[in-house]
């Protein structure tokens, strides 16, 4: 088994262009959540899903958007790039509200 | 904002020294648990203590919680050089949902 997947795992963007990073699972976990790691501030929650179909707002979810169309993927977006989104974003999975299993994340640099 | 705050930041020891770290939060949680990162990798899942529990034992790992005092600590005995990595708290608010991670604290064993 897999685990928790990350695709791509680097990479480099312009201010303004536009991404879509992506996060599966062969876990059958129905919650997902996508993190952002920045130095000196922890992981913050940028959205989260808690079954096929749905998401909600973490505490930074400007600038990104998310979709769960199918129980194992989740999908976050950057519509217009930003230097401040320079990051590595994680994704994580779990049953319920018990222990999160992480990807490997993926680094972003906005120039 | 974090829910928690890892206290030290940074911690080095010498190999087979004990290790402690602790972790305040700032609401009341239904659980609080402690991950791992080594460097550029996923968070780990350490060990999850309950909002009803106030010690935890794992292998070479110890955590307490103390709800009146919102905080926790995680104990690692005879340290090895392979613990060298950033670790964190976080609690799980009622709901249970989403998990709201401190800054975390950085060990370095010494061989």
């Known amino acids: 088994n897999a685990g928790v997947t990350q695709t791509p795992k680097f990479r480099v963007l312009k201010t303004g262009q536009s991404m879509t990073l992506l996060c599966a699972q062969d876990?059958?976990?129905?919650?997902m959540y996508w993190y952002r790691q920045d130095p000196g501030m922890g992981l913050r929650l940028i959205h989260y899903s808690v079954g096929e179909g749905t998401t909600a707002k973490g505490e930074v979810p400007d600038g990104y958007n998310v979709s769960r169309l199918k129980k194992q993927n989740f999908l976050l977006g950057l519509e217009s790039a930003a230097p401040s989104q320079t990051s590595v974003y994680f994704c994580?999975?779990?049953?319920?509200?018990?222990?999160?299993?992480f990807g490997p994340g993926t680094r972003l640099t906005v120039t | 904002s974090q829910q928690g705050e890892e206290d030290p930041q940074a911690l080095s020891i010498q190999e087979g020294e004990n290790a402690t770290m602790n972790c305040s939060y700032k609401t009341s949680i239904n659980n609080l648990q402690w991950y791992r990162q080594n460097s550029g990798r996923g968070l780990v899942h350490l060990i999850l203590?309950?909002?009803?529990?106030r010690e935890k034992h794992s292998g070479r790992l110890r955590v307490t919680l103390d709800t009146s005092k919102k905080s926790s600590s995680l104990l690692i005995t005879a340290s090895r050089a392979a613990d060298t990595a950033s670790y964190f708290c976080a609690g799980s608010n009622f709901g249970n949902e989403k998990l709201t991670f401190g800054t975390g604290t950085r060990l370095t064993i010494i061989p």
């Open positions: 203590i309950r909002s009803n529990e």
């Open positions: 994580a999975t779990s049953r319920l509200s018990y222990e999160q299993y």
């Open positions: 876990m059958n976990h129905e919650y």
